[in-house]
């Protein structure tokens, strides 16, 4: 079989690529797709059947692509935010580190799609090494993405939570003409029209908002940003959101409510129990780990696609509980149903753009209704 004739989402998707480079990683994607987790040995074993090689072959195949220095993770990137972006509106991309097998500190950047999101996006570096240049790490990793966006001509929002409350880093976000919604820590300096403090010094009650408009951050007045201050009722504390955008406040935090799809999106890729079991996954070298991100960043996207089409046929096979909402997310019910519909529909990059379902986006009626 010829993924990339089987497949035709990804021809388009590795179109840039080496024809050989188109091959392997196609495979391997495929074979990602069919075995539903991120196991070298799984891996191999599903690429073993659909090339009818040995499984050591088929290791050797997979590690080989893996330490490959000539596949350039960043432009499957583009290739995948061009895919990604062809849909009204910004792309919402939230960005967080995580942990792996604490030996790596994984920087993801993901696009929200439906209640989840999909990694685009993927720089490891040793836990070790990046106490001593994380800021700096950050910014190289903003400045290629923002490069690969602007190639792909697609905007995005960044969602950012309070361990990116930095004010060099909103400098950055600003001076790259990129849209933002980042939580800020209590202790930073705000100069208002009346006085300067410090935010944690600002009163915003449970139960309301404040909009307190375009303002200066830091003592030497770094960055202008719009301040937002919200407190939802039954929560700890306040939400200080610091952004460029205009929207309304009911927005703007709906845009920032949906940078949870990343943490889920963290459970999906290396969960144990319900994910792709990347946590069992022990590589040593930072580039396979990033590598094999992506490649499961490609198979969420496929299967979030077929998932939605699944549910299209038949909308209680993610069961509904009248609690809890759907109980299975599109890219469980992608990957359960993954060899049926595969043979049953043809992956285009049109059917992935057409099924790919957009941020959910909550709506809040008491940041909407009038204040008392």
Request: contains cysteine; positive net charge.
């Amino acid at each position: 079989m010829n993924p990339l004739r089987r497949y035709p989402v990804l021809s388009s998707l590795l179109r840039p690529f080496r024809l050989s480079q188109q091959k392997t990683c196609a495979a391997l994607i495929v074979a990602l797709c069919q075995a539903a987790q991120a196991s070298s040995f799984a891996i191999a074993g599903q690429l073993s059947c659909l090339t009818d090689v040995r499984l050591g072959s088929a290791l050797n195949r997979l590690y080989r692509f893996l330490r490959n220095n000539r596949f350039d993770n960043w432009l499957l990137t583009e290739q995948m935010l061009r895919l990604l972006g062809r849909r009204s509106g910004p792309l919402l991309l939230a960005l967080d580190w995580t942990a792996w097998q604490d030996c790596f500190s994984v920087l993801t950047a993901s696009v929200c799609t439906g209640t989840r999101s999909i990694p685009v996006a993927v720089a490891a570096c040793s836990a070790r090494n990046l106490s001593r240049s994380q800021n700096l790490f950050e910014e190289t990793f903003l400045r290629l993405l923002v490069d690969r966006l602007r190639a792909a001509e697609v905007s995005a929002v960044w969602l950012c939570d309070r361990g990116f409350h930095r004010v060099e880093w909103l400098r950055r976000l600003v001076k790259l003409e990129q849209h933002y919604v980042v939580r800020l820590k209590r202790d930073v300096t705000v100069h208002l029209r009346d006085r300067v403090c410090l935010l944690k010094s600002l009163e915003v009650n449970e139960g309301e908002r404040r909009d307190f408009g375009f303002v200066v951050l830091r003592s030497d007045e770094a960055v202008r940003v719009r301040l937002i201050g919200v407190w939802a009722r039954g929560a700890k504390e306040v939400w200080w959101l610091a952004t460029d955008l205009t929207n309304r406040v009911s927005k703007v935090v709906s845009y920032y409510d949906r940078r949870m799809g990343i943490e889920e999106q963290f459970r999906d890729a290396k969960g144990v129990r319900f994910g792709l079991k990347l946590k069992w996954t022990k590589f040593t070298r930072a580039e396979f780990v990033e590598r094999m991100y992506l490649l499961v960043g490609v198979a969420l996207l496929l299967w979030t696609s077929v998932g939605r089409a699944v549910e299209a046929e038949a909308p209680q096979v993610r069961l509904p509980s009248k609690t809890k909402g759907a109980r299975l997310s599109l890219a469980r019910i992608g990957s359960y149903y993954w060899r049926r519909m595969s043979k049953k529909l043809r992956l285009t990059a049109t059917f992935v753009r057409q099924h790919l379902p957009p941020p959910r986006l909550r709506l809040f009626k008491w940041l909407s209704a009038p204040q008392k």
